[in-house]
């Protein structure tokens, strides 16, 4: 079985230009998260959806990030326009929240992003 | 709301030796609790997880993890360290029911000397 999926592995660009991370979820999971690693400040939590629909948004670092969760097999995280600050590996990551039970999270590989 | 503590940020040890990673955690209601492991340019894996039945956990690679409530602790040991271990560690909290979220800790990163 697949894991999550996530593309492309690496990307660099210049500041200014839009960048967009993809994301597909393990096959049955009902909630995706989006997190950034960085040396300074760990992993962060950006945002995770549940059955598609953004749930808390609240570590979204500006309005310069946007998400979106078309369908349960897809995700994308986009950042426009990017800044040498956004440098960082970005993780996805997803699972299946059955109503009182844990949530495990499978992460994807990661995408490092480097801005110039 | 919920938050775990990794004391340090680098541990070393000796092939063979004990590993012995420390985690704190906070938490308003009774709490999930994970160990997760990041090697080199990977995502991370899950090692073991707490959810309330026994409190000694025993995860993969020979890890385990002992949640103490009144120490508010949830420690991860390996009697023998390998050199296959060295890797970045993550602790991580979470609610219970839906909609909850993992707060993770700093990480340490564990080395093995040969």
């Known amino acids: 079985d697949a894991g999550v999926i996530q593309s492309p592995r690496h990307e660099v660009t210049e500041m200014g230009q839009e960048v967009t991370l993809r994301c597909k979820p393990i096959?049955?999971?009902?909630?995706l998260f989006w997190y950034r690693q960085t040396m300074m400040r760990g992993l962060e939590l950006l945002i995770y959806?549940?059955?598609?629909?953004?749930?808390?948004d609240s570590g979204m670092p500006e309005d310069r990030f946007s998400a979106k969760m078309p369908n349960a097999s897809f995700s994308t995280l986009k950042i426009q326009p990017s800044e040498p600050r956004d440098s960082a590996v970005y993780f996805c990551?997803?699972?299946?929240?059955?109503?009182?039970?844990?949530?495990?999270?499978?992460f994807g590989p990661g995408t490092r992003l480097t801005v110039l | 709301a919920q938050s775990v503590t990794q004391l340090g940020s680098h541990v070393s040890v000796s092939e063979g030796a004990l590993v012995l990673l420390r985690c704190n955690y906070s938490?308003?209601?009774?709490?999930?609790l994970f160990w997760y492991v990041q090697y080199p340019n990977q995502g991370l894996q899950l090692l073991l997880k707490?959810?309330?039945?026994?409190?000694l956990v025993k995860g993969i690679n020979g890890f385990e993890a002992e949640f103490k409530k009144s120490e508010t602790s949830f420690h991860l040991t390996k009697p023998s360290a390998h050199m296959s271990d060295a890797a970045e560690y993550f602790c991580?909290?979470?609610?219970?029911?839906?909609?909850?979220?993992?707060?993770f800790g700093k990480g340490i990163t564990l080395s093995v000397r040969p």
């Open positions: 990551a997803s699972s299946f929240e059955p109503l009182g039970d844990y949530n495990e999270q499978f």
């Open positions: 096959s049955g999971h009902n909630s």
């Open positions: 959806f549940n059955n598609n629909v953004p749930i808390d």
């Open positions: 938490s308003s209601v009774p709490p999930y």
């Open positions: 707490y959810t309330s039945a026994a409190t």
């Open positions: 991580a909290v979470s609610g219970r029911g839906a909609n909850s979220k993992l707060t």
